[in-house]
Structure formats: structure tokens, C-alpha cells
């Protein structure tokens, strides 16, 4: 499948893959400063996300196998690959299978482990939007509100909003399939899957997706990794201290 990217400035390319229910535009400022550090850097939309292609099949060997096909589009042998929870899961299946192609790979706030599906509420909430007779963004917000109460949250999920025609509203991402796929986004890796290279594992210090206890499981897929805790940051990390993780993982990038 062909993916959307924004690519970004020129040097040592980094491709940045994005969470559930996100998009490209989500890392735009900080992809920015990846380029002015000196980095070509490639902000991709996944499948069934962004202006990105829909389709029935969504897992993470096919969304590996989607990122090895924009590669070759692009002509990259090999980059840095960075990913956010969902996109970290998409990051560490392609390194296990393509490990050639990675210069290093960075996690954000993921673990290589099995996740019981936890967004229903959200998907609910999403799901109840009448879209056909909201005139307006701020008027679906209201409507969102009522089952999700943080304002952030509600921001993060409506920027997926646009007009389909000048009368309807729809989001960019495939709700229909993304609601079905909820085992497929917290699946693990295959026990023998390992990628050898330098890992950077980031995790928020308020956050409880990557544990202490997941390090032997950590240590068994990927022997090379380190794993940094950004103080006083939840689940969005790279977005609630964006210059940290920027420091944390610019200085990893260019070791």
C-alpha cells in the first residue's frame, strides 16, 4: 500500500510512524527540529490513518511490510525508525523482520508485550458522533464531550475531522476497520522475533505502558536497548515534553 508522508529537510533519513488513532501531522513541529538538526526526515501516515489508503487488512506485519515498500519507493536502504505506542509496535516488528534495513530504532512508551484492547470507550464515543448532522468542529467537540472529558484527548482525536464534501463531515482515519482490529493493535511480537542493532525504549514517568517487570522481554527481543523514563509525562511523552524527548533521542540518532 502506498502511505502519505511529509518528508522534511535532507541528511540521514528518520522515519517517524505515529500512534492509534493519530496521524503524520501529530509529529509535525518536532519533525521539524529533527530537519533543522540536520536529518531527512519522513512523517508517515499508517494505513487506514491520515491520507493514507484504507484497507481490511490491519496488523503489524503489514504495516512493516507497508514501511519496506515506501522505503524502496523513496530509495532509503536504511534509516532511523521511530514510533509512538502504536507506531513503536509497527517500529519493532519491521526491525525483527527487515533488520538491515534500520540504522537504529526508537519506542515510544510501548512495550514489546501483548495489550488487552483498552480503547473502547474511546471508539464508542467515536462511533456515536452523528456526523451527518454536525455543521461544525467545535459543534462535535461539544458532542464528544459528553463521554470524554479531556480536552486534550478530544483535540488529538477531532484533528482527524474534515469535510468529505461541503456538507458532511467523516474522519480520516477507517473507524469501521479500526474498531474490529483491537487484538490485531495490542498483538506482540513472535517469541523468536530480535533485532540486534541500538534500541532507545522512552517511557513517561506517569505512564504504565512500559513496566519494570517487561525488561527480561525487552532484553530477549532487542539485547542492544536502553530505556530512558521522561519524568512527569504521561502516555504523550514526545508532546507533553517535547524538548526532552527531542534531546533524548536526537543525541541516540547521531551517536
Aim: glycine residues 8%; charged residues 25%.
Amino acid at each position: 500500500m502506498e502511505l502519505y508522508s511529509k518528508v522534511l529537510g535532507a541528511g540521514k533519513p528518520l522515519i517517524i510512524l505515529h500512534g492509534f488513532l493519530g496521524m503524520s501531522d501529530n509529529w509535525k513541529t518536532l519533525g521539524k527540529k529533527y530537519a533543522d538538526s540536520g536529518l531527512e526526515v519522513h512523517l508517515l501516515d499508517q494505513r487506514n490513518h491520515g491520507r493514507s489508503g484504507w484497507d481490511s487488512r490491519f496488523d503489524y506485519p503489514t504495516m512493516a511490510a507497508d514501511l519496506l515498500e515506501y522505503m524502496d519507493s523513496k530509495g532509503l536502504s536504511s534509516a532511523s525508525v521511530l514510533g509512538h505506542s502504536m507506531g513503536g509496535k509497527t517500529a519493532m516488528e519491521f526491525a525483527c523482520r527487515y533488520p538491515s534495513r534500520v540504522l537504529n530504532l526508537l519506542v515510544a512508551d510501548i512495550a514489546p508485550k501483548y495489550y488487552p484492547p483498552h480503547h473502547k470507550h474511546i471508539l464508542d464515543a467515536l462511533h456515536s458522533i452523528p456526523l451527518e448532522k454536525m455543521e461544525s468542529r467545535t459543534e462535535a467537540d461539544d458532542y464528544l464531550a459528553q463521554s470524554i472529558t479531556e480536552w486534550g484527548v478530544r483535540q488529538f482525536l477531532l484533528k482527524n475531522l474534515y469535510w468529505e464534501n461541503p456538507k458532511k463531515l467523516g474522519f480520516r482515519f477507517n473507524l469501521k476497520v479500526l474498531s474490529s482490529s483491537m487484538e490485531a493493535i495490542g498483538a506482540t511480537l513472535e517469541s523468536n522475533a530480535a533485532y540486534s542493532g541500538p534500541v532507545l525504549f522512552l517511557r513517561g514517568g506517569n505512564s504504565d505502558y512500559i513496566k519494570d517487570s517487561d525488561a527480561p522481554l525487552m532484553k530477549k527481543h532487542f539485547p542492544n536497548y536502553q530505556l530512558v523514563t521522561i519524568p512527569e509525562t504521561g502516555h504523550w511523552l514526545h508532546a507533553e515534553k517535547p524538548d526532552v524527548f527531542f534531546e533524548k533521542t536526537i543525541t541516540f540518532i547521531k551517536s
